[in-house]
């Protein structure tokens, strides 16, 4: 299946001068979304991998059901102010602004293999902090997975020495 024949691109959002790659469309048909599981899952089956983070909002949608082909628990790393038990914080820069990401910080148990899931790899702030939050709260990072990447944006430049798989490039 030709997934990126299913997802639809969005001029100017969220702002002038972005193209915006909206998976909705993808995952909205049942065969595009099934594919697109397969397609993040396949490269870490059988690789012991014991927990898979979603990055808040489209990494819980690819990364849930990741983790579920993995035999994996899920954790969810969020927005700012939205966990309800105490989390550690990591600030980043996005190609349009500045966000942050918060973990629960005893969601992963030290030594734990993790691999990290989100739609788009682009400039690579949130990965990093995403990377950052693993780390510092004593994961082993096994990988990074995502729908999408950006080379043109240069995200890998922010994690040297990570492995890193993307489905589809732009």
Request: charged share 20%; proline share 7%; hydrophobic share 45%.
């Amino acid at each position: 299946m030709d997934l990126k024949t299913q997802i639809r691109s969005v001029p100017d959002f969220p702002k002038p001068g972005i193209l915006f790659y909206d998976i909705t469309t993808l995952i909205g048909s049942p065969s595009g979304f099934a594919a697109t599981i397969d397609a993040l899952a396949a490269p870490y089956v059988g690789q012991g991998i014991d927990a898979v983070v979603g990055i808040e909002s489209r990494g819980f949608i690819l990364g849930a059901p990741v983790a579920e082909r993995l035999g994996a628990g899920f954790i969810p790393m969020r927005k700012p102010g939205k966990l309800p038990s105490k989390a550690v914080r990591a600030e980043f820069a996005l190609e349009y602004g500045t966000d942050a990401l918060e973990v629960h910080e005893d969601a992963i148990r030290p030594g734990q293999r993790v691999l990290i899931v989100d739609d788009v790899l682009a400039t690579g702030g949130t990965a990093q902090a995403a990377v950052s939050l693993v780390k510092q709260i004593g994961g082993t990072l096994h990988g990074l997975a995502f729908l999408i990447e950006l080379p043109f944006l240069n995200g890998k430049a922010k994690l040297p020495g990570e492995q890193i798989f993307s489905v589809l490039q732009y």
